[in-house]
């Protein structure tokens, strides 16, 4: 009998001895298992190797510290991941379909079976391959000397995988890097910072397009954009100014008008918004906003004036400049439309489409004039400052080239007070006649156009140069024959 009638197991051992045992021999790996899951010290991630890629299939992501311990679970952005988890608790392997991660940075983390959950301080990137090639103007400032000397046409920008990014085409004019100090609403000064520039480069950048946007390793290109390159020894940031019009055509600058749009449509609207081709080349942007009017009406308002009165369903016309790539050939061509005024044609960004029509051609041939200017209500600091030989930039010219040369100054041709008859009496007025780069009108009844606007007797007009902005008013101009450009 395997139990006799003493109650002992073959006679051995008792029966009830031998439950005990049983059930002890059974608590012993649970009683394991408990101590180790309660026991367990909170991770730590010290590394994730590789940080950054823009494969499209599955890679091995390592990452190394300390405490983990099975089962546990690893996060990569949305992404709840298994990995194999060797003996020593120190590093960790998950296989990640990277290409279910949308672009742009991801937190990783990593969680034990007691729920203490670690985040790495690195962030994962998941990169696009660089699909397509865009040109664009970038601003960079407070550069150093050694940075000066490593900016040279022809640099090419690696990402830090060692891959070509960018290219230097074209070369702005270094100016002694700034601070500004504002004298008032239009005018300022503005001091050197010693050893330090700025400079406006034209670049040529490996870029993705996706979803609508285009983006530059992973952060969006567009205008007003930051954008970084890695130099040598460190990386330099700086600002998306614009995207040249597209090769192998002719760009051309129009007055369009944008008629019958909601109020909702015209908040979105801005400056830089641009139409691409499907590869992302831009072929029409808009350069600035003119003048905005209730449509149905005449009178058009200062630009922004519009949008502060546009309310329910009240219609808006907006007057627009903008940049066309054309097609080769007379007369101009805008994608299959022929640019008569009143013609309509389509722009359409990631954010709208609207219809706009020409209103006039603005680029015209470039043509030297001298213009009187009556510089008004100035600071005496400032009125001291203006002098023959000072050069005038463009302010819708990325790479600044100069459009304006003072030749001479004199007392001011109107008597004090003319235009701002409430101004303080330490206010002071100065005269200048300027030589001016303006576009020539492209018919009898158009008129020369500066910095984008009509240039006007008793008008506007602006000298902005790299110490300086003034205000004042046009007394009279004349074109200069034989001069195209500034000497």
Not at 227 to 239: D, F, V, Y
Not at 439 to 451: C, D, I, K, L, R
């Amino acid at each position: 009998m395997i139990v006799d009638r003493h109650g002992r197991l073959l006679g051995k051992v008792n029966l009830l001895d031998a439950c005990v045992l049983v059930i002890l021999a059974a608590l012993i790996p649970l009683g394991v298992v408990a101590f180790r899951v309660l026991n367990v010290e909170t991770p730590k991630i010290v590394s994730i190797h590789p940080a950054r890629s823009s494969s499209n299939d599955v890679i091995t992501l390592t990452i190394r510290g300390e405490n983990f311990y099975p089962p546990l679970q690893v996060r990569v952005g949305p992404l709840t991941l298994t990995p194999k988890t060797p003996a020593d608790g120190r590093a960790i392997s998950v296989e990640l379909p990277a290409a279910e991660l949308p672009p742009g940075e991801h937190d990783v983390l990593v969680m034990n079976p007691n729920g203490l959950t670690a985040k790495s301080a690195m962030k994962f990137a998941r990169l696009v391959k660089p699909d397509i090639e865009v040109d664009a103007f970038v601003r960079f400032q407070m550069l150093r000397a050694e940075d000066r000397a490593f900016l040279t046409p022809g640099q090419v920008f690696q990402d830090r995988d060692g891959q070509e990014v960018a290219r230097l085409q074209r070369l702005g004019r270094f100016r002694p890097a700034v601070e500004r100090i504002r004298l008032g609403k239009e005018q300022f000064f503005e001091r050197a910072v010693p050893e330090h520039f700025d400079v406006t480069l034209r670049l040529h950048l490996l870029a993705s397009y996706r979803d609508g946007r285009l983006l530059f390793g992973d952060k969006p290109l567009e205008v007003n954009a930051p954008l970084t390159l890695q130099m040598p020894r460190h990386a330099i940031s700086g600002k998306v100014l614009g995207f040249p019009p597209v090769q192998g055509g002719l760009a051309a600058e129009f007055l369009t008008v944008w008629s019958h749009l909601p109020a909702g449509l015209v908040a979105q609207i801005a400056v830089g918004d641009a139409q691409r081709e499907e590869r992302g080349t831009v072929v029409a942007e808009v350069l600035d906003i003119v003048g905005e009017r209730p449509s149905g009406t005449k009178p058009w308002l200062p630009s922004g004036r519009g949008r502060e009165v546009a309310s329910g369903d009240v219609r808006r016309d907006l007057l627009v400049r903008m940049r066309l790539a054309l097609d080769l050939g007379t007369p101009p061509v805008y994608r299959g439309t022929l640019l008569e005024e009143g013609v309509p044609f389509t722009f359409t960004t990631s954010k709208y489409e609207v219809e706009a029509s020409m209103q006039a051609l603005l680029t015209g041939r470039v043509k030297v004039l001298e213009v009187d200017v009556n510089f008004e209500n100035l600071i005496p600091s400032l009125a001291e400052v203006i002098g023959a030989g000072d050069i005038g930039y463009s302010d819708k010219d990325p790479l600044r080239a100069r459009v304006v040369r003072v030749i001479s100054r004199q007392p001011s041709a109107l008597p004090p007070g003319t235009m701002f008859p409430e101004r303080a009496p330490e206010r002071r007025d100065v005269r200048a006649l300027l030589h001016v780069e303006a576009h020539a009108p492209v018919n009898s009844e158009g008129t020369y156009t500066f910095n984008g606007k009509e240039l006007l007797i008793n008008e506007s007009f602006i000298l902005k140069t790299s110490s300086y902005k003034a205000a004042g008013v046009v007394l009279g101009f004349r074109e200069l024959p034989g001069l195209r450009r500034l000497p």
